[in-house]
């Protein structure tokens, strides 16, 4: 679990599913207070399910970067400078944490 959050944070995650990998981190939050109160299943049932949601955006590090690529190229084509601008920021964000 711990791996997958510094991953996803290497991939920049929070600057392009902010809500979903908060909800991932409270649900890892509340697993750790169940397993401090010695509830085990719940615990473990909560880590599964935070691990589930950070697997899941996980799987969405490629489409993000190639879709702010695309999103960056419209609005590049479109004469938008200041969005093409972000969304090619974005695309290095994402993929130059990928390289590491």
């Known amino acids: 679990?711990?791996?997958?959050?510094?991953?996803?944070?290497?991939?920049?995650?929070?600057?392009?599913?902010?809500?979903?990998?908060?909800?991932?981190?409270?649900?890892?939050?509340i697993g750790d207070e169940y397993f401090r109160r010695q509830q085990y299943l719940q615990a473990a049932e909560s880590f599964q399910v935070t691990i589930d949601k950070l697997q899941i955006l996980q799987q969405r590090i490629r489409p993000t970067f190639e879709h702010a690529v695309t999103r960056g190229e419209q609005a590049l084509s479109q004469g938008d400078q200041s969005a093409a601008v972000q969304q090619f920021e974005l695309a290095v964000l994402v993929q130059t944490r990928s390289d590491n």
């Open 1 to 29: 679990m711990i791996e997958l959050e510094a991953d996803l944070d290497k991939h920049a995650v929070k600057k392009w599913e902010t809500e979903e990998f908060s909800e991932a981190v409270e649900q890892g939050r």
